[in-house]
């Protein structure tokens, strides 16, 4: 380990007092910085190749790398700014804000995946000097939202990407995880989930957990994060649904989460056991997508890597 991860962990093991020493070891370090540079070049090459920063790649750069840069990692800050500003450039210059197909949707008030990520991805950002227009970004991102509440309160996309695309519950879950203010638009969403059904799958029992916990639901958030830690299997994973293997997409969400929720120190170090074995030497993840086209692939394993990182970095204490 270099210098730089050997001092990091120093930091992080003194942060918290309350941390158990194995909480935080020099494996997730070592995990988080094989991953970075793979999130890095699959995201310039998607904008070389594809000419499009938007849906995926780019949001989630942006999010990972910006909550990497909080808890001490090194980062190309070159290649972060100019992705961001592409991504930026490419949404907040489109009259709808649905540069990407996936931005479009079947319903009356569609919205993809992709202005939710971003708006993720800048909550996480503490860049000295770019706080102000980065925060009317986040305005923007928000006043995009509220355009497309439907009058239930829920957010409506079409369904067919899983798990990127997943569901309503999660797609409402998720943007109020990144919306910023907006009391009445909140509140209207927080009663509609909790009129939907609770499925007990990963994705949809992270989301909650989380929103839960953010709407200071200590009781409904502690809930959700036992019926979560219930999904881990043998090898220390999750699965996105019964039947399917454990990935690290379910494994980084559910990792991620119980960051925040907080959980037993076994159940987290196996989770990360998981993931130890099974990043791939180029610093990511394989996971396979749920649908036919196998092409697909390339996107859902640059999306569970991205979780994968999110999940790691969640578990750390704070510096």
Known sequence: MHALAIGLLSLLLTADATAEPSQVTAN???MVERALPFLE??????VEVRKCAACHHGPMMIWTHHEARRRGFAVNEKALADLETRTLDEYLNDPTMQPTGQDKGYLEKPLGPGTVFLALGLKASETPGQQAPRQQAIDRLNENFARHQNDDGSWTTKLDHQPIID??????????????????????????????PVRNETQPLALRAAVAR???DAAEAQRLADLLCARQQESGGWSQLD???????????????LGITGAPVEVVERARKFLAATQQQD????????????KNDRVITYFGTAWAVLGLLQAMPRR
């Open 28 to 30: 997730s370090v070592q």
């Open 41 to 46: 070049k699959q995201a310039t090459d998607w």
């Open 167 to 196: 569901s309503h519950d999660c797609l409402t879950a998720e943007i109020l995880l990144a919306l910023d203010g907006n009391a009445a638009a909140r509140q209207r969403a927080v009663a509609w989930l909790k009129s939907a």
């Open 214 to 216: 953010q709407a200071g």
């Open 243 to 257: 039947g399917m293997p454990c990935d690290a997409v379910a494994t980084g969400q559910a990792l991620y989460v």
């Open 283 to 294: 610093g990511s993840w394989a996971v396979h997508t749920r649908h036919e086209n196998v």
